[in-house]
């Protein structure tokens, strides 16, 4: 019963690189999204979808991009790492009236 | 503008007695208000959820309560357990479109023997 997950768990950049995060759900969920935590700071939202082959921009989408090809995935790409992109990403899927499931989490250092 | 506050980083509390975690808001268009619990390299777990039209949810050990004209929620846990100790996130939505949530910036909740 995996519930959300993402790979990879960790990951080091250097400033200018691209790499994309997998977020991979088996609940059959409609909406998936995509949060970064920094110190200090609650969970902000960087980009959500409500369906396959739907995505929305959230609170912080600067710098990334997204895509759901397929209903159980969704992946958020870094086309050019920056520092200040340097976080702990976290992915969540839920139904419409369902609260969020979250995975454990990806850290990312951009150097 | 942060529309969801913890004021609180921190909270230290005695195993067996009351734990309270206080959140405000801003955004009076919030429907729903969500606690979160999260345990260090582990991603937040739903702990309990309450509507804007009521006033307190129960489930368990844990107590949420809503105070709309203060735009103010707090979460009881009684009796605390050591187990409790993690960081307690408040949450909101509205329900037009998805379930986009506003986080609270955490509270780290420790349960002393």
């Known amino acids: 019963n995996a519930g959300v997950t993402q790979t990879p768990k960790f990951r080091v950049l250097k400033t200018g690189q691209s790499m994309t995060l997998l977020c991979a759900q088996d609940m059959n969920h409609e909406y998936m999204y995509w949060y970064r935590q920094d110190p200090g700071m609650g969970l902000r939202l960087i980009h959500y979808s409500v369906g396959e082959g739907t995505t929305a921009k959230g609170e912080v989408p600067d710098g990334y991009n997204v895509s759901r090809l397929k209903k159980q995935n969704f992946l958020l790409g870094l086309e050019s790492a920056a520092p200040s992109q340097t976080s702990v990403y976290f992915c969540?899927?839920?139904?419409?009236?369902?609260?969020?499931?979250f995975g454990d989490g990806t850290r990312l250092s951009i150097l | 503008d942060q529309q969801v506050k913890q004021n609180s980083p921190s909270l230290s509390v005695q195993e067996g007695r009351i734990s309270i975690l206080n959140c405000d808001y801003t955004n009076s268009m919030f429907d729903y208000f969500l606690w979160y619990k999260k345990y260090p390299a582990e991603g937040p777990t739903f702990l309990i959820s309450i509507s804007s039209i009521k006033d307190k949810n129960e489930d368990g050990r844990f107590t949420v309560f809503l105070n709309k004209s203060a735009k103010h929620l707090s979460l009881h846990i009684v009796p605390s357990q050591p187990g409790d100790s993690a960081v307690y996130f408040c949450a909101a939505f509205t329900i037009q479109g998805a379930q986009k949530l506003v986080f609270g910036q955490g509270t780290r909740l420790t349960i002393n023997p």
């Open positions: 969540a899927s839920s139904s419409p009236d369902q609260p969020q499931h």
